[in-house]
């Protein structure tokens, strides 16, 4: 199981609906070098009711492709009805996906109040068959889940219950349903659901708010101030200065609200999501960071992938590049110029004309 071979720390992208399409995918691999890639969900009763009716033509599969270099990638799946998942699952494997992640944790209202998404946080019943369905049908692919905190409130049995079924992987959003995307992601919550989680041998992922990620191997000269706990004042722990020995590593992320949080030890991972829009080299260990130059040849890259990729009916009337438009402009913020070159990029109608703008703004 490839979740057995990836190495510490594993760090992924994290799925984000609209955003996290397969050019995204291919860009968080190529340049982050992301451990691991998720698809945007798909709806299990979609998905099942597609392919039976033999329909080529529909969004879902686009929302499906994916490239070899995105290995391994996880296709997440979201809905309530068991026998959907069963029949999905075995969709995904067909498909010659490397996993099957269940989405737990998707706080659209509707979505939710019909037991879907986080709506399987508030009934352990229907989320042990969904799992178990999801297992029966993949033939053997790991099934692992994506989850909150809590639904009305952050939920230590919820994390119990998740501790018990055998999942090679669970990844976490601290933040519970109610709060959708207000608020913080607590990160002291998610340490304490880590713990309980991967006490039976299952992988934990942190998720939520991370705008950094501090990752250094080998001898480790430097130590305690780049990096506390969200207490602020125990630093992290010494690791002995040996190169050949996994000690010498930190681990730690940095959060949008600046709190720098220790992770060594206490969970295997993380997912990043909003904040590697425009900047999959957050998603690196080796603290790269590009140059303006590079950064705009990446977007420009990723402009052509997306007219690859997306549109195979590029000419033809439905085609359509706004999608991309949103990427275009998280790329470009934040230096001499951007406000200029982002009025010009939101109008592109073509890689070709994002090419030019760019190279223009080079010379
Ligand atoms: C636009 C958008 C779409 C999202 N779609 C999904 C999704 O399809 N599946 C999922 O599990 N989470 C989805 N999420 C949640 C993210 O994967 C992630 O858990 C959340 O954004 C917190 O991480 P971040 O602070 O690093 O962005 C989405 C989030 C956003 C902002």
């Not at 934040?334 to 890689?351: H, M, P, Y």
Request: hydrophobic share 40%.
């Amino acid at each position: 199981m490839f979740w057995d071979k990836l190495t510490f720390p594993i760090i992924g992208l994290s799925p984000m609906d609209g955003v996290t399409d397969a050019p995204a995918r291919f860009v968080a691999k190529k340049y982050g070098q992301a451990d691991i890639i998720y698809t945007e969900f798909v709806s299990a009763e979609g998905l099942w009711r597609i392919h039976k009716r033999g329909d080529a033509e529909e969004k879902i599969w686009k929302d499906l492709k994916y490239g070899e270099i995105e290995r391994p990638v996880i296709a997440q799946i979201f809905g309530s009805d068991p026998e959907a998942f069963y029949e999905s699952a075995k969709i995904i494997y067909q498909l010659g996906f490397d996993g099957i992640d269940i989405n737990m944790g998707c706080p659209s209202p509707g979505l939710e109040k019909r037991g879907g998404g986080a709506g399987l946080i508030r009934d352990k019943c229907n989320a042990k068959e969904v799992i178990e369905a999801t297992r029966k049908g993949s033939g053997g692919l790991p099934v692992s889940v994506k989850t909150r905190i809590g639904s009305a409130e952050p939920d230590e049995s919820w994390w119990r219950f998740l501790a018990e079924q055998n999942l090679p992987v669970v990844a976490m959003h601290g933040r519970t349903f109610k709060q959708l995307y207000k608020g913080e992601a607590d990160w002291d919550l998610l340490l304490k659901a880590g713990e309980i989680i991967r006490e039976g041998g299952t992988k934990f992922l942190g998720n939520g708010d991370i705008s950094q990620i501090y990752c250094q191997f080998g001898p480790v000269q430097f130590f305690g101030s780049a990096a506390s706990t969200s207490q602020g004042s125990e630093g992290i722990p010494a690791p002995k200065l040996d190169s050949s020995s996994t000690d010498s590593l930190i681990f730690a992320v940095g959060l949008k609200s600046g709190k720098k949080i220790d992770l060594f030890g206490k969970m295997d991972g993380v997912l990043i999501g909003r904040e590697a829009l425009g900047n999959p080299w957050i998603l690196r260990k080796d603290g790269y960071v590009p140059t303006l130059k590079e950064k705009l040849q990446v977007m420009v890259e990723h402009a052509y992938k997306y007219q690859e990729l997306m549109g195979n009916d590029y000419g033809k009337e439905d085609y359509q590049f706004f999608p991309m438009r949103k990427h275009l402009v998280s790329y470009v913020k934040g230096f001499e110029g951007s406000a200029g070159l982002r009025k010009q990029l939101v109008t592109a109608t073509s890689a070709e004309e994002v090419d030019d703008i760019v190279s223009a703004f080079i010379l």
